[in-house]
């Protein structure tokens, strides 16, 4: 992923984290090569917080770049 590239990815599964990811739901995905290594993605949850979660929890997504101003613009 690029320093300055939003990435977005959608919650598939929450388990063992039911309050902190929501099903289904869009989240912003920060760079993190390390816990990349280690098969885990770091975003940012219902806190507003940056954690890490299993990788595997979630699905990437492509967001047209109008979506993607609007996304960024609303938090």
Avoid: H, W
């Avoid at 990435?7 to 760079?31: D, H, I, T, W």
Wanted: aromatic share 10%.
């Amino acid at each position: 992923m690029r320093r300055n590239e939003k990435n977005f990815v959608v919650c598939v599964s929450n388990k063992g984290y039911p309050a902190s990811l929501e099903l289904r739901k869009l989240y912003q995905v920060l760079p993190d090569e390390q816990a990349a290594k280690l098969g885990q993605i770091r975003v940012v949850d219902e806190s507003g917080q940056d954690y890490l979660y299993p990788e595997q929890y979630f699905a990437p997504v492509q967001l047209p770049q109008a979506t993607e101003k609007a996304v960024l613009r609303a938090r």
